[in-house]
Protein backbone atom coordinates (compact mmCIF):
# COMPACT_ATOMS: atom_id res chain seq x y z
CA UNK A 1 0.00 0.00 0.00
CA UNK A 2 1.52 3.44 -1.32
CA UNK A 3 1.21 6.08 2.13
CA UNK A 4 1.20 9.94 0.09
CA UNK A 5 3.53 12.25 1.42
CA UNK A 6 0.74 14.28 2.25
CA UNK A 7 -0.19 11.83 5.13
CA UNK A 8 3.41 10.92 6.22
CA UNK A 9 4.27 14.61 6.85
CA UNK A 10 1.52 16.24 9.05
CA UNK A 11 2.16 19.79 10.33
CA UNK A 12 0.72 19.99 13.94
CA UNK A 13 1.62 21.05 17.56
CA UNK A 14 3.70 18.59 19.61
CA UNK A 15 4.55 16.40 21.91
CA UNK A 16 3.29 13.35 20.18
CA UNK A 17 1.49 12.61 16.92
CA UNK A 18 -0.32 9.31 18.10
CA UNK A 19 -1.10 10.90 21.31
CA UNK A 20 -1.79 14.44 20.56
CA UNK A 21 -2.83 15.12 16.88
CA UNK A 22 -3.94 11.07 16.21
CA UNK A 23 -7.12 12.19 19.27
CA UNK A 24 -7.38 15.21 18.24
CA UNK A 25 -8.28 14.33 14.40
CA UNK A 26 -10.37 11.12 16.22
CA UNK A 27 -12.28 14.27 18.18
CA UNK A 28 -12.96 15.79 15.16
CA UNK A 29 -14.37 13.03 13.02
CA UNK A 30 -16.64 12.07 16.14
CA UNK A 31 -18.19 16.04 15.59
CA UNK A 32 -17.99 15.51 12.14
CA UNK A 33 -20.12 12.51 12.52
CA UNK A 34 -22.22 13.99 14.93
CA UNK A 35 -22.92 17.05 12.75
CA UNK A 36 -23.85 14.74 9.26
CA UNK A 37 -26.60 12.77 11.34
CA UNK A 38 -28.29 16.10 12.58
CA UNK A 39 -26.91 15.58 16.33
CA UNK A 40 -24.62 18.24 16.98
CA UNK A 41 -27.53 20.52 18.64
CA UNK A 42 -28.84 17.90 20.78
CA UNK A 43 -25.47 16.92 22.84
CA UNK A 44 -25.19 18.35 26.26
CA UNK A 45 -22.64 15.99 27.50
CA UNK A 46 -19.51 14.39 26.09
CA UNK A 47 -17.29 11.41 27.68
CA UNK A 48 -14.37 9.78 26.38
CA UNK A 49 -12.49 6.96 27.22
CA UNK A 50 -8.98 6.21 26.59
CA UNK A 51 -7.59 2.50 26.47
CA UNK A 52 -4.25 0.89 26.38
CA UNK A 53 -1.04 3.28 26.05
CA UNK A 54 -3.23 6.73 25.82
CA UNK A 55 -4.45 6.02 29.26
CA UNK A 56 -1.20 5.02 30.68
CA UNK A 57 0.68 8.12 29.00
CA UNK A 58 -1.98 10.09 27.58
CA UNK A 59 -1.87 12.98 30.56
CA UNK A 60 1.98 13.42 29.98
CA UNK A 61 1.81 13.25 26.21
CA UNK A 62 -0.98 16.27 26.20
CA UNK A 63 -4.13 13.66 24.92
CA UNK A 64 -6.58 15.39 27.50
CA UNK A 65 -6.14 18.82 26.09
CA UNK A 66 -5.96 17.31 22.16
CA UNK A 67 -9.16 15.45 22.73
CA UNK A 68 -10.61 19.11 23.45
CA UNK A 69 -9.36 21.08 20.55
CA UNK A 70 -10.17 18.50 18.55
CA UNK A 71 -13.82 18.47 19.91
CA UNK A 72 -13.85 22.72 19.90
CA UNK A 73 -13.52 21.93 15.86
CA UNK A 74 -9.65 23.17 15.84
CA UNK A 75 -7.10 22.47 13.19
CA UNK A 76 -3.64 21.13 14.20
CA UNK A 77 -2.04 22.01 11.06
CA UNK A 78 -3.16 25.85 11.96
CA UNK A 79 -2.26 26.11 15.08
CA UNK A 80 0.91 28.02 16.09
CA UNK A 81 0.87 27.26 20.04
CA UNK A 82 -1.96 25.20 22.44
CA UNK A 83 -4.95 28.20 23.30
CA UNK A 84 -6.71 27.86 26.71
CA UNK A 85 -9.39 25.64 26.62
CA UNK A 86 -13.06 27.44 27.43
CA UNK A 87 -16.00 26.28 29.96
CA UNK A 88 -18.43 25.57 28.76
CA UNK A 89 -16.46 23.90 25.54
CA UNK A 90 -17.69 25.01 22.10
CA UNK A 91 -18.47 21.22 20.45
CA UNK A 92 -17.80 21.58 16.57
CA UNK A 93 -17.08 25.90 17.67
CA UNK A 94 -20.93 26.05 17.89
CA UNK A 95 -22.64 24.30 20.49
CA UNK A 96 -21.39 24.65 24.14
CA UNK A 97 -21.46 21.70 26.68
CA UNK A 98 -20.20 20.74 29.82
CA UNK A 99 -17.14 19.17 29.57
CA UNK A 100 -13.97 19.17 31.25
CA UNK A 101 -11.15 17.12 30.16
CA UNK A 102 -9.88 16.45 33.86
CA UNK A 103 -13.25 15.15 34.74
CA UNK A 104 -14.83 13.71 31.54
CA UNK A 105 -11.73 12.09 29.98
CA UNK A 106 -11.15 8.51 31.61
CA UNK A 107 -8.26 6.71 31.73
CA UNK A 108 -9.01 3.24 31.48
CA UNK A 109 -5.83 2.14 32.51
CA UNK A 110 -6.01 -1.72 33.18
CA UNK A 111 -8.00 -1.83 29.84
CA UNK A 112 -6.72 -2.24 26.20
CA UNK A 113 -8.79 -2.73 22.87
CA UNK A 114 -8.25 -5.45 20.84
CA UNK A 115 -7.09 -3.50 17.67
CA UNK A 116 -4.77 -1.58 18.65
CA UNK A 117 -2.76 -0.44 21.64
CA UNK A 118 -4.19 3.82 21.06
CA UNK A 119 -7.73 3.38 21.54
CA UNK A 120 -10.43 6.21 22.11
CA UNK A 121 -13.87 5.42 22.55
CA UNK A 122 -16.89 8.89 22.50
CA UNK A 123 -19.95 8.75 24.30
CA UNK A 124 -22.69 11.89 23.11
CA UNK A 125 -25.65 12.21 25.60
CA UNK A 126 -28.40 14.04 25.45
CA UNK A 127 -29.55 16.67 28.54
CA UNK A 128 -31.41 13.81 30.37
CA UNK A 129 -28.35 12.02 30.16
CA UNK A 130 -29.34 9.45 27.34
CA UNK A 131 -26.64 8.21 24.93
CA UNK A 132 -27.40 9.72 20.82
CA UNK A 133 -24.03 8.35 20.09
CA UNK A 134 -20.87 6.61 20.41
CA UNK A 135 -18.32 5.66 18.37
CA UNK A 136 -14.56 3.84 19.05
CA UNK A 137 -11.50 5.08 17.16
CA UNK A 138 -7.71 4.46 17.00
CA UNK A 139 -4.87 6.25 17.13
CA UNK A 140 -2.16 4.34 14.82
CA UNK A 141 0.53 6.49 14.46
CA UNK A 142 1.78 9.55 12.69
CA UNK A 143 -1.33 11.42 13.77
CA UNK A 144 -3.25 8.70 11.06
CA UNK A 145 -6.46 7.85 12.73
CA UNK A 146 -9.06 4.44 12.08
CA UNK A 147 -12.49 3.83 13.16
CA UNK A 148 -13.16 0.01 14.52
CA UNK A 149 -14.90 -0.52 11.01
CA UNK A 150 -11.91 1.09 8.99
CA UNK A 151 -9.64 -1.40 11.50
CA UNK A 152 -11.38 -4.39 10.81
CA UNK A 153 -11.86 -4.23 6.62
CA UNK A 154 -8.31 -2.66 6.66
CA UNK A 155 -6.69 -5.81 5.06
CA UNK A 156 -9.00 -5.76 2.13
CA UNK A 157 -7.35 -4.61 -0.83
CA UNK A 158 -7.99 -1.46 -2.23
CA UNK A 159 -8.54 -0.11 -5.74
CA UNK A 160 -5.37 2.64 -6.91
CA UNK A 161 -5.78 5.52 -8.60
CA UNK A 162 -5.11 4.92 -12.69
CA UNK A 163 -1.14 5.40 -12.83
CA UNK A 164 -0.33 4.86 -9.38
CA UNK A 165 2.88 2.94 -8.97
CA UNK A 166 1.84 0.62 -5.82
CA UNK A 167 4.63 -1.38 -3.93
CA UNK A 168 4.58 -3.42 -1.55
CA UNK A 169 7.96 -4.35 -0.63
CA UNK A 170 11.35 -2.10 -1.49
CA UNK A 171 12.17 -4.67 -3.38
CA UNK A 172 8.92 -4.38 -5.38
CA UNK A 173 9.88 -0.22 -5.56
CA UNK A 174 13.46 -0.94 -6.60
CA UNK A 175 12.24 -2.99 -9.64
CA UNK A 176 9.91 -0.45 -10.61
CA UNK A 177 12.41 2.23 -10.47
CA UNK A 178 14.82 0.29 -12.58
CA UNK A 179 11.81 -0.38 -15.04
CA UNK A 180 10.70 2.50 -15.24
CA UNK A 181 14.32 4.60 -14.89
CA UNK A 182 13.12 6.17 -11.94
CA UNK A 183 14.76 7.58 -8.78
CA UNK A 184 13.03 6.61 -5.80
CA UNK A 185 12.35 10.36 -4.99
CA UNK A 186 10.60 10.43 -9.25
CA UNK A 187 8.76 7.33 -8.17
CA UNK A 188 7.27 9.44 -5.31
CA UNK A 189 6.98 12.47 -7.27
CA UNK A 190 5.16 10.78 -10.22
CA UNK A 191 2.76 8.68 -7.90
CA UNK A 192 1.61 11.87 -5.68
CA UNK A 193 1.05 13.68 -9.65
CA UNK A 194 -1.42 11.11 -10.23
CA UNK A 195 -2.98 12.35 -6.65
CA UNK A 196 -2.77 16.34 -7.67
CA UNK A 197 -1.41 18.80 -9.41
CA UNK A 198 2.77 19.36 -9.43
CA UNK A 199 2.48 22.70 -8.47
CA UNK A 200 0.16 21.47 -5.04
CA UNK A 201 2.75 19.13 -4.35
CA UNK A 202 5.85 21.51 -4.64
CA UNK A 203 4.25 23.79 -2.75
CA UNK A 204 3.50 20.95 0.12
CA UNK A 205 7.14 20.18 -0.17
CA UNK A 206 8.77 23.26 0.18
CA UNK A 207 6.01 24.15 3.11
CA UNK A 208 7.32 20.96 5.21
CA UNK A 209 10.96 21.34 4.53
CA UNK A 210 10.10 25.22 6.00
CA UNK A 211 8.49 23.66 8.78
CA UNK A 212 11.12 21.39 9.84
CA UNK A 213 13.57 24.83 9.61
CA UNK A 214 10.99 26.97 11.39
CA UNK A 215 11.18 24.60 14.52
CA UNK A 216 15.12 24.54 14.51
CA UNK A 217 15.31 28.20 14.72
CA UNK A 218 12.77 28.68 17.47
CA UNK A 219 14.26 25.50 19.52
CA UNK A 220 17.68 27.10 19.17
CA UNK A 221 16.66 30.38 19.94
CA UNK A 222 13.86 29.78 23.08
CA UNK A 223 15.31 29.57 26.55
CA UNK A 224 13.65 28.33 29.62
CA UNK A 225 12.15 24.81 31.19
CA UNK A 226 10.08 22.31 29.39
CA UNK A 227 6.14 22.01 30.97
CA UNK A 228 6.04 18.81 33.30
CA UNK A 229 6.84 17.36 36.68
CA UNK A 230 10.32 16.81 35.06
CA UNK A 231 11.24 20.41 34.77
CA UNK A 232 13.55 19.90 32.18
CA UNK A 233 15.99 22.62 30.80
CA UNK A 234 15.63 23.54 27.77
CA UNK A 235 19.39 22.94 26.52
CA UNK A 236 19.35 23.74 22.63
CA UNK A 237 19.92 27.41 23.18
CA UNK A 238 23.40 26.55 25.52
CA UNK A 239 24.54 24.19 22.99
CA UNK A 240 23.52 27.07 19.87
CA UNK A 241 25.64 29.82 22.28
CA UNK A 242 28.43 27.34 22.58
CA UNK A 243 29.43 26.88 19.07
CA UNK A 244 28.61 30.04 17.89
CA UNK A 245 31.39 31.74 20.80
CA UNK A 246 33.48 28.45 19.38
CA UNK A 247 32.74 29.84 15.72
CA UNK A 248 33.76 33.52 16.85
CA UNK A 249 37.11 32.28 18.45
CA UNK A 250 37.72 30.39 15.37
CA UNK A 251 38.50 27.12 17.75
CA UNK A 252 39.11 23.73 15.65
CA UNK A 253 37.42 20.38 16.18
CA UNK A 254 37.23 17.63 13.65
CA UNK A 255 33.92 16.80 15.30
CA UNK A 256 32.29 20.13 15.20
CA UNK A 257 29.93 19.19 12.42
CA UNK A 258 28.40 16.47 15.50
CA UNK A 259 27.68 19.09 17.49
CA UNK A 260 25.38 21.07 15.23
CA UNK A 261 23.77 17.61 13.97
CA UNK A 262 22.94 17.56 17.98
CA UNK A 263 21.72 20.87 18.04
CA UNK A 264 19.20 20.92 15.54
CA UNK A 265 17.88 17.76 16.19
CA UNK A 266 17.50 18.96 20.28
CA UNK A 267 16.01 21.97 19.37
CA UNK A 268 12.98 20.84 17.57
CA UNK A 269 12.61 18.09 19.94
CA UNK A 270 12.43 20.44 22.77
CA UNK A 271 9.94 22.45 20.42
CA UNK A 272 7.68 19.17 20.43
CA UNK A 273 8.09 19.06 23.79
CA UNK A 274 7.24 22.22 24.71
CA UNK A 275 4.22 21.50 22.56
CA UNK A 276 5.60 23.60 19.73
CA UNK A 277 4.84 23.27 15.73
CA UNK A 278 6.91 20.17 14.23
CA UNK A 279 6.59 18.14 11.26
CA UNK A 280 6.05 14.19 11.80
CA UNK A 281 8.85 12.25 10.02
CA UNK A 282 7.54 9.62 10.88
CA UNK A 283 5.68 10.78 14.09
CA UNK A 284 6.10 13.92 16.80
CA UNK A 285 8.16 11.74 19.53
CA UNK A 286 10.61 11.52 16.38
CA UNK A 287 10.35 15.11 14.85
CA UNK A 288 13.98 15.96 15.28
CA UNK A 289 15.75 13.60 13.06
CA UNK A 290 14.93 14.32 9.59
CA UNK A 291 15.33 18.08 10.19
CA UNK A 292 18.85 17.80 11.49
CA UNK A 293 20.01 15.99 8.78
CA UNK A 294 18.15 17.81 6.50
CA UNK A 295 19.79 21.24 8.07
CA UNK A 296 23.68 19.03 7.60
CA UNK A 297 22.38 18.72 3.87
CA UNK A 298 22.10 22.30 3.63
CA UNK A 299 24.91 23.45 5.35
CA UNK A 300 27.04 21.02 4.57
CA UNK A 301 26.57 17.88 2.50
CA UNK A 302 25.19 20.09 -0.08
CA UNK A 303 29.11 20.90 -1.38
CA UNK A 304 29.53 17.32 -2.15
CA UNK A 305 26.75 16.75 -4.21
CA UNK A 306 25.18 16.86 -7.58
CA UNK A 307 22.14 18.76 -6.62
CA UNK A 308 21.67 22.07 -4.92
CA UNK A 309 20.20 22.62 -1.33
CA UNK A 310 17.17 23.14 -2.71
CA UNK A 311 16.78 19.99 -5.26
CA UNK A 312 18.61 18.19 -2.64
CA UNK A 313 15.90 18.75 -0.18
CA UNK A 314 12.98 18.41 -2.21
CA UNK A 315 14.72 14.46 -3.17
CA UNK A 316 15.77 13.76 0.62
CA UNK A 317 12.06 14.52 1.62
CA UNK A 318 10.17 12.46 -1.25
CA UNK A 319 13.04 9.53 -1.07
CA UNK A 320 11.78 9.55 2.71
CA UNK A 321 8.45 9.20 2.28
CA UNK A 322 9.11 6.44 0.34
CA UNK A 323 11.00 4.67 2.60
CA UNK A 324 8.16 5.42 5.28
CA UNK A 325 5.57 4.25 3.64
CA UNK A 326 7.55 0.45 3.42
CA UNK A 327 7.31 0.54 7.39
CA UNK A 328 3.92 1.46 7.43
CA UNK A 329 2.95 -1.29 5.10
CA UNK A 330 4.54 -3.85 6.79
CA UNK A 331 5.24 -2.67 10.09
CA UNK A 332 3.93 0.45 12.20
CA UNK A 333 5.59 3.91 13.44
CA UNK A 334 3.65 3.23 16.40
CA UNK A 335 5.46 3.56 19.99
CA UNK A 336 2.94 1.78 21.70
CA UNK A 337 2.93 -0.99 18.99
CA UNK A 338 6.39 -1.51 18.14
CA UNK A 339 8.45 0.56 21.01
CA UNK A 340 10.67 3.81 19.72
CA UNK A 341 12.23 1.61 16.66
CA UNK A 342 8.95 2.20 15.02
CA UNK A 343 9.60 6.09 16.08
CA UNK A 344 13.22 7.14 15.99
CA UNK A 345 14.24 4.07 14.26
CA UNK A 346 12.34 4.36 11.35
CA UNK A 347 12.60 8.37 11.12
CA UNK A 348 17.01 7.22 11.29
CA UNK A 349 16.19 4.78 8.47
CA UNK A 350 14.14 7.34 6.45
CA UNK A 351 16.96 10.16 7.22
CA UNK A 352 19.48 7.73 6.00
CA UNK A 353 17.71 7.13 2.87
CA UNK A 354 17.08 10.66 2.14
CA UNK A 355 20.27 12.01 2.63
CA UNK A 356 21.60 8.62 0.46
CA UNK A 357 19.43 10.19 -1.96
CA UNK A 358 20.53 13.88 -2.10
CA UNK A 359 24.25 12.98 -2.34
CA UNK A 360 23.13 11.86 -5.48
CA UNK A 361 23.32 7.97 -4.53
CA UNK A 362 21.90 5.16 -6.31
CA UNK A 363 18.70 3.28 -5.12
CA UNK A 364 20.66 0.45 -4.13
CA UNK A 365 22.94 2.73 -1.98
CA UNK A 366 19.73 4.28 -0.50
CA UNK A 367 18.07 1.09 0.61
CA UNK A 368 21.78 0.12 1.75
CA UNK A 369 21.81 3.50 4.33
CA UNK A 370 17.69 2.79 5.38
CA UNK A 371 18.95 -1.02 5.91
CA UNK A 372 22.09 0.15 7.81
CA UNK A 373 19.68 2.35 9.69
CA UNK A 374 17.31 0.42 11.02
CA UNK A 375 19.34 -2.65 11.59
CA UNK A 376 20.79 -0.65 14.28
CA UNK A 377 17.91 0.59 15.96
CA UNK A 378 15.89 -2.88 16.05
CA UNK A 379 14.38 -3.37 19.91
CA UNK A 380 14.50 0.44 21.02
CA UNK A 381 12.25 0.34 23.19
CA UNK A 382 9.52 3.05 24.49
CA UNK A 383 9.56 3.93 27.81
CA UNK A 384 9.24 8.08 28.31
CA UNK A 385 10.63 8.88 32.07
CA UNK A 386 7.09 10.14 33.84
CA UNK A 387 5.07 9.31 30.38
CA UNK A 388 6.87 12.69 28.85
CA UNK A 389 8.04 13.21 25.70
CA UNK A 390 11.09 14.09 26.80
CA UNK A 391 13.55 11.53 28.64
CA UNK A 392 15.09 9.71 26.84
CA UNK A 393 13.24 11.23 23.66
CA UNK A 394 15.07 14.33 23.19
CA UNK A 395 18.65 12.14 23.55
CA UNK A 396 17.77 9.58 21.42
CA UNK A 397 16.45 12.50 18.35
CA UNK A 398 20.28 13.42 18.33
CA UNK A 399 21.64 10.07 18.25
CA UNK A 400 19.35 8.84 15.94
CA UNK A 401 19.83 11.83 13.25
CA UNK A 402 23.86 11.48 13.95
CA UNK A 403 23.09 7.42 13.44
CA UNK A 404 21.70 8.86 10.49
CA UNK A 405 24.27 10.73 8.40
CA UNK A 406 26.55 7.92 9.19
CA UNK A 407 24.47 5.18 8.02
CA UNK A 408 24.07 7.40 4.55
CA UNK A 409 27.94 7.54 4.42
CA UNK A 410 28.50 4.16 4.76
CA UNK A 411 26.04 3.06 1.98
CA UNK A 412 27.75 5.75 -0.73
CA UNK A 413 31.43 4.17 0.49
CA UNK A 414 30.01 1.10 -1.03
CA UNK A 415 28.59 -0.19 -4.27
CA UNK A 416 25.14 -0.73 -3.13
CA UNK A 417 25.53 -4.23 -2.88
CA UNK A 418 24.30 -5.56 0.38
CA UNK A 419 24.19 -8.96 2.97
CA UNK A 420 20.73 -7.62 4.75
CA UNK A 421 17.56 -6.51 2.76
CA UNK A 422 15.52 -3.33 3.97
CA UNK A 423 12.81 -6.21 3.39
CA UNK A 424 13.77 -8.32 6.04
CA UNK A 425 14.91 -5.59 8.42
CA UNK A 426 11.67 -4.42 8.21
CA UNK A 427 10.00 -7.74 8.65
CA UNK A 428 12.34 -7.89 11.94
CA UNK A 429 11.67 -4.67 13.46
CA UNK A 430 7.79 -5.75 13.33
CA UNK A 431 8.46 -9.00 14.56
CA UNK A 432 11.10 -7.52 17.43
CA UNK A 433 8.25 -4.80 18.23
CA UNK A 434 5.37 -7.29 18.71
CA UNK A 435 7.57 -9.84 20.90
CA UNK A 436 8.73 -7.01 23.49
CA UNK A 437 6.91 -7.13 26.67
CA UNK A 438 3.87 -4.77 26.35
CA UNK A 439 5.44 -2.81 29.45
CA UNK A 440 8.45 -1.40 26.96
CA UNK A 441 5.99 -0.04 24.47
CA UNK A 442 4.90 3.66 25.51
CA UNK A 443 3.19 2.52 28.95
CA UNK A 444 5.90 3.89 31.25
CA UNK A 445 5.70 1.11 33.27
CA UNK A 446 9.45 -0.33 32.86
CA UNK A 447 12.43 0.66 31.90
CA UNK A 448 13.64 3.90 32.62
CA UNK A 449 10.13 4.88 33.16
CA UNK A 450 10.35 2.78 35.69
CA UNK A 451 14.26 2.84 36.95
CA UNK A 452 15.14 6.74 36.58
CA UNK A 453 14.01 8.93 39.30
CA UNK A 454 10.21 8.94 40.52
CA UNK A 455 8.23 11.68 39.01
Given at each position: MYTSFFDVFSIGIGPSSSHTMGPMRAAARFV??????SLLSHVAQLRVHLYGSLALTGEGHGTPSAIAY??????AESMESPPPIPH??????????????TEHIIAEKNQSLAEHPNGLLFRALDANGS????QVFFSIGGGAVKSRDEMMSQDVP???PPGLWEFHSCRELIDICAREHFSIAQLTRHNETHLRSAPELDARVRLVAKAMNCAIDRGA???????????????APQIYARLEERFRHNETDALTIIDWINLWAFAVAEENAAGGRVVTAPT?????????????????????????AEKGAEIMLLTASAICSLYRANASISGAEVGCQGEVGVACSMAAAGLAAAMGGSNQQIENAAEIAMEHNLGLTCDPVCGLVQVPCIERNAIGAVKA???????????GSHFVSLDSVIATMYETGRHLHRNYRETSLAGLAKNAPAC
Open positions: QSLRNRGLMGLDPLPLGGIQPIDFCPLLDEQASSTPGTLPGVLHMPRRMGSAGVLPAVLRYFERYGCKDSPFSVNAARLALRGD
